[in-house]
């Protein structure tokens, strides 16, 4: 099926477009200069720099957070085809951006807000009658206890006396029945005496034949077989004639009841079960709301729908021992941090979650994973264990950021042949739909090769709108681009485009993103005025463009200072530049970037101050 869509797309693909290359020693036609008019002292920078810093669901209407890795006609065909990467880029669907709902009551349509308060009602009559507790069923000793309770009982019932079942009258009512030679009053009265003799001995008999059981249990036992016996008896003779034995057994039979009327209020005494579902008590304050509301939104507010996806999730979290798993330290000597990890925010405060499938290339990390069913449960246990630690660091007070945006990055990922990393993946995608709901505000996919997009086009009709403006694609041409759209540089690890990396900048220090156009040059000016050491980085995604520092003092007597000669940067090199200089004077550093090629390319760049070694002041 696979290989037949991929065929299919093959068949539909474009023809290789011309590309009209440009020479590289074109002149600059224009140039820009960018002047920072004025470097801030270090701890302003700082303060500025913190105050700065600050999606996929599936047509069930509820999104899993991890996406199953693709599917191909073969692993080749994981990689981009030659020639068909400005193809593919320019093709990338467009998606309009998912807005997330409001959290807030105050907020929510007055239909929404109704379907709200129905489901805190039943969740609140469920919690009343401990019925989250009765889903997890009894261990199997406490049933083996119950059911040889039982057996004694079922023994007595077995000896009850079977009604003879009363003639049916004749169906035909013209047929002339035989009818019964009249009986004296005497002899009715002798047979019934008769009847209650007999109903007596059998009595007799039961109250002596579970002599073996203990007093309290058969004594009650014997007494609802009396009460049952006499009932019949005393059914079949007149009101008048009533034995007293019936009398005594009715008044023993309206005892229990009693009992019971006097040990109802003592059950509903009981104060209603606690329920937790990742971290947040149900119904304890607001932050539940948003729990419900998560539900809800899941089943389209079909709130009888939404109650028993709770109870489910619940049912499974017990048996699956979520809470227990969050506390336990599972090994992980396998190297599974680098397929799955968290790392920064977006531009909007949600969490980035990175999935790399392209490191179970490596066949020692595979076999480790995924080679038998042990090692199977074992990494389900380990993903659920980190997606509900990282989903208990969330704001889930109205307003705050209770959702997770997705990076999926498909880059070398593994192919159809993999049927053990399906087969897990497969069972995770499903705990984590039915478990999850509403978790993706965004589901970004990166590297994406050119058979997945065709696959997506195929299915792209069959989603609901909601579900396709929370999925992004991006070919390997533009997965850098794609991810600053939607994260911040300081924010992206280096190896997808940023400038997050361990050394001398953090995530607090905000970066200056600037385009520059086509065969045109660019400059950076960073003025000082006093002693300082100065240090920056800077980065062109891409690169293929040439890139030259220098200090140029205010004093006219003065020379300039050559920190870096012009030269250029492949995009094979180092991604980052990181640079500094001793300032001894007055004067700016001017960072000069020359794009000659015919695309725009995107300038990353960031800088700090502190003070110098020699003065001990700060600039």
């Known amino acids: 099926m696979v290989e037949e869509v991929v065929q299919k797309s093959e068949a539909v693909a474009p023809q290789e477009e011309e590309v009209v290359q440009k020479s590289e020693a074109v002149a600059p036609q224009e140039e820009e200069v960018v002047v920072v008019t004025d470097v801030p002292q270090a701890n302003a920078q700082k303060e500025a720099a913190l105050a700065e810093a600050v999606v996929t669901e599936t047509n069930k209407d509820h999104e899993a957070l991890v996406d199953q890795p693709p599917s191909a006609a073969s692993d080749q065909n994981n990689d981009q085809k030659p020639g068909d990467t400005n193809v593919n880029d320019d093709k990338i669907p467009e998606s309009s951006s998912f807005k997330e709902e409001s959290n807030k009551v105050a907020d929510l ?4 807000r109704k379907a709200l308060d129905e489901l805190k009602q039943l969740v609140q009559q469920a919690l009343n009658k401990h019925e989250f507790t009765a889903l997890v069923p009894p261990s199997p000793p406490k049933q083996e206890a119950v059911e040889e309770k039982k057996e004694p ?48 001995e059998v009595i007799e008999e039961k109250v002596a034949a579970p002599a073996h059981h203990s007093a309290d249990d058969d004594g009650a036992k014997t007494v609802e077989a009396i009460e049952e016996t006499i009932v019949a008896v005393s059914s079949s003779s007149a009101p008048e004639k009533e034995p007293e034995e019936s009398k005594a057994a009715q008044a023993l039979e309206a005892e229990p009841k009693d009992n019971v009327k006097d040990q109802a209020p003592l059950a509903a005494v009981q104060p209603p079960e606690e329920v937790s579902i990742w971290g947040i008590p149900l119904l304890a304050d607001e932050r539940s709301d948003v729990v419900l509301l998560k ?59 990175y999935n790399v499938y392209g490191e179970f290339q490596s066949k020692e990390l595979y076999q480790k994973t995924f080679s ?77 090769p050119w058979w997945y997009l065709a696959v997506n086009r195929m299915i792209s009709p069959f989603l609901t709108q909601r579900t396709k403006s929370k999925f992004v694609f991006a070919g390997p041409s533009k997965s850098a681009e794609t991810l600053l759209r939607y994260i911040a540089a300081e924010q992206i690890p280096v190896k997808y485009g940023g400038l997050s990396i361990d050394g001398e900048f953090g995530t607090a220090d905000t970066v200056t993103e600037i385009i520059v156009k086509p065969a045109n ?27 030259g520092a220098e200090f140029v003092p205010s004093a006219e007597e003065s020379y300039t200072v050559i920190i870096q000669k012009a030269r250029k940067v492949a995009s094979t090199e180092e991604p980052v530049v990181s640079n500094s200089f001793k300032v001894g004077e007055p004067g700016k550093v001017v960072l000069t970037l020359a794009n000659p090629t015919n695309k725009k390319k995107k300038l990353l760049y960031r800088f700090k101050t502190k003070a110098s070694e020699d003065t001990k002041q700060k600039c």
């Open 153 to 200: 009982l079922a023994e007595v019932e077995e000896q009850k006396p079977v009604e003879s079942p009363v003639p049916a009258a004749p169906e035909d009512a013209s047929t002339p029945a035989l009818e019964p030679e009249p009986e004296t009053k005497g002899e009715a009265a002798e047979k019934e005496k008769i009847t209650t003799a007999d109903q007596l």
């Open 295 to 353: 539900f809800l939104r899941a089943r389209d507010f079909k709130v009888k729908d939404a109650f028993t996806m709770i109870k489910n999730t619940v049912r499974w979290r017990k048996q699956f021992g979520i809470d227990e798993l969050v506390e336990e330290e599972l090994e992980n000597d396998i190297g599974l941090d680098k397929v799955v990890f968290m790392h920064g925010v977006d531009k909007e405060g949600h969490p980035v979650c």
């Open 521 to 547: 040059k660019h400059t950076v000016e960073f003025p000082v005025t006093e002693k300082c050491l100065l240090t920056w980085e800077v980065r062109v995604v891409g690169w293929e463009v040439n890139y």
């Open 372 to 448: 038998d069913e042990e090692k199977r449960q074992k990494f389900l246990r380990w993903r659920i264990r980190f997606l509900e630690k990282s989903i208990r660091k969330l704001d889930f007070s109205p307003g705050g950021v209770c959702t997770i945006v997705q990076v999926n990055d498909l880059k070398n990922s593994p192919g159809p042949g993999k049927w053990e990393l399906r087969q897990a993946t497969k069972q995770a995608l499903q705990l984590l739909q039915d478990n999850y709901p509403e978790f993706v505000a965004k589901q970004v996919f990166i590297n994406v």
């Open 109 to 112: 349509p007055d239909p929404e």
